[in-house]
């Protein structure tokens, strides 16, 4: 399915449930959890052949 990406990072894992309510109440399909680390901008440890895990 083709469509808008949109990715949240957060420091503290307490507000990933607040993420995850607030784009559902927005429209979101597929919701997607990974864990890694953003260096200037970019996601330096993204494995694009890992698995997703795929919040239902």
Request: hydrophobic residues 60%; charged residues 25%; aromatic residues 8%.
């Given at each position: 399915m083709a469509g808008m990406l949109v990715a949240v990072a957060f420091d503290d894992a307490g507000q990933e449930s607040?993420?995850?309510d607030l784009l559902?109440?927005?429209g979101a399909?597929?919701?997607e959890r990974a864990r890694g680390n953003i260096v200037e901008g970019d996601w330096?440890?993204?494995d694009a052949s890992s698995p997703p895990d795929i919040l239902h």
């Open positions: 607040q993420a995850v559902r109440r927005l399909v597929q919701i330096a440890d993204f």
